[in-house]
């Protein structure tokens, strides 16, 4: 299978985590927005049976909107906790790798740490 490049590490689900959460900002403006239009709709109930109407979008919506960012918040947070866990699983093999006994070794007086590919020093 070819490298086509696209690789998940925790760079990427961590730019996932803010542009999740850069989304979440929008969407809870909408929601805060949306409170007085909301109130002026329920005003007007009284006279109008239209504004009723409106008001059950507005309300509907606004319930959609909050639940939007409920559930954006807690997968930002999920995100940010595997973005450390790979951070913490990568950082554990690369000490596993180059601890005495560790696949490192293997290669006794090699420095698998270098990229100098003719084995000087």
Known sequence: ???DGFKVDSAFVRGAS????DALSVAREIARKQQPLRDQLVALQ?????PYQAG???????KA???LVSLGEN??????????????AER?????FFTPGGAASIHA???MRSTDSDGSD
Do not use: F, P
């Open 92 to 96: 554990d093999a690369e000490a596993r």
């Open 65 to 67: 909107m909050a639940a």
């Open 75 to 88: 997968i930002a947070i999920a995100l940010e906790m595997a973005a450390q866990q790979y951070e913490d």
């Open 56 to 62: 059950e979008i507005v309300l509907t919506s606004a």
């Open 109 to 111: 007086g090699d420095d």
């Open 46 to 50: 009284k006279y109008y049976s239209s």
């Open 18 to 21: 803010t542009e999740l959460i």
């Open 1 to 3: 299978m070819g490298d």
